[in-house]
């Protein structure tokens, strides 16, 4: 828990929306929105996000999952949607959060994320990360 805390006030200090701790040290911090930031810490550091402790300012179940495929230990949100809670409890992912949302919303805030809706009904890491990122592969 010490490197959930780390990360945490490393994120709010600094500002970002994502930062990935591991036995003390920042191993991975971006200011990117969106799901990018996860799977560009996938791409980028792979099997060592083993274990590591997760700070997001928005964790939905798409970020959920994805935290279950490189097998974080623990994650904190700013803010947790229901389906997100759900997620880390499946997969048994030790969490704290600051508020508790029914659903994470697109920027405009008039429809569920586009994230949160390719996989609405995965429940399987390994097919959610494939398939984020062929629709984040798709949009560049």
Do not use: W
């Amino acid at each position: 828990m010490k490197d959930l805390k780390l990360a945490e006030q490393r994120l709010k200090e600094k500002n970002f929306n994502l930062l990935i701790v591991k036995d003390g040290e920042t191993i991975f911090a971006t200011k990117s929105q969106g799901i990018r930031g996860l799977l560009q810490a996938i791409e980028k550091i792979g099997k060592q996000l083993r274990g590591s402790s997760v700070a997001d300012r928005i964790v939905g179940r798409a970020a959920a999952l994805l935290c279950a495929y490189f097998k974080a230990s623990s994650v904190f949100a700013v803010t947790l949607s229901e389906e997100g809670e759900k997620m880390l409890k499946e997969n048994e992912i030790s969490y704290r959060f600051e508020n508790r949302v029914p659903n994470i919303l697109n920027y405009k805030r008039t429809d569920i994320c586009p994230f949160e809706k390719h996989v609405m009904k995965l429940t399987k890491p390994e097919e959610a990360y494939e398939k984020l990122k062929s629709f984040i592969d798709s949009q560049n």
